[in-house]
Structures are given as C-alpha cells and as structure tokens.
C-alpha cells in the first residue's frame, strides 16, 4: 500500500479542491492517548510519510468528539471511553486552506479491532521524549502542548 505515498504529492492538490468545493471550511480532529507506561500512540499512514496523532476529518452530521472516537478505533484500535478533553484549536491555513484541527486528549481508552481499510502503515506507542524519527514537527509541538502544558500555537 505505500505506492499511496507516490502518488498522494500528485493528487494533493485535486482532493483538496473537492474538499474545498464540498465544504468549504474543513475540520479535523487528533488525539493524544497514553498508555499505562505514559507512552504515546502515533500512527503512519500509507499515503504520507511521517508519524502522526490519530485522527481525521469531521464528517457532515458528526460532531467533533464523535468524529474522534471513529477515527481512532478505524486507525489505532482505540475505544474512547467518556469524553475527551479538548486541549487546542489550530488553524492549518498555509498547509490546508481553511483547515482547522482540534487536538483532545484521551483519559479513558480501551483497545478494540482497528477497521481502517489500507490506511494505515503503522501503529506504535513511544516515549514522549522519544518520538520515532519521522514524527512531524506539529505531532511533536502537539504532543507537548498536551502533556506538560506548554502554550499552544494557534497554527498547526
């Protein structure tokens, strides 16, 4: 599956403007899950290189917290249990125009059958002081923004 990778950079630009066309505004959701050894969940995708907080888009009729609890048992095979804490609200303009992406953090979780189809290359757990190299520069300003309480960036 990662001839995904290959071909994303060329369809970028096309799934954008449908996107765009579609919604106009887009929304997004990430979270940030511990384990009990205080290790953090990343996922890599197979369309885009890098290790990422699970998450995803935020679908017509869903809400924000709804949309998380999908993406993260699809991606990660990880059932929220109770509600998430929103952490942050980011802008993704120079990336995704009018792009917003919320950051939640996860307390209560338990692991079920992820049910992504072909999108996802890996899941792993890390020490947060020892991310996986690859991991993007916005997971890892999330990733402390969440867990030692660092002022959060407006931007993504």
Known sequence: MLWRRRVEPFTRPFVYAWFRARRGLTLGVRGVVTDAEGRVLLIEHTYVHGWYLPGGGVERGETAE????????????????????????????????????LVYRVHAWAPCAANAQGEIHKVGWFAPDALPDGTTPSTRRRIVEALHGAECDPMW
């Open 66 to 101: 709804t949309a998380l609890a999908r993406e993260m048992q699809e991606e990660a095979g990880v059932r929220v249990l109770g509600r998430p804490s929103l952490v942050s609200v980011h802008s993704n303009e120079p990336r995704h125009p009018g792009d917003h992406v």
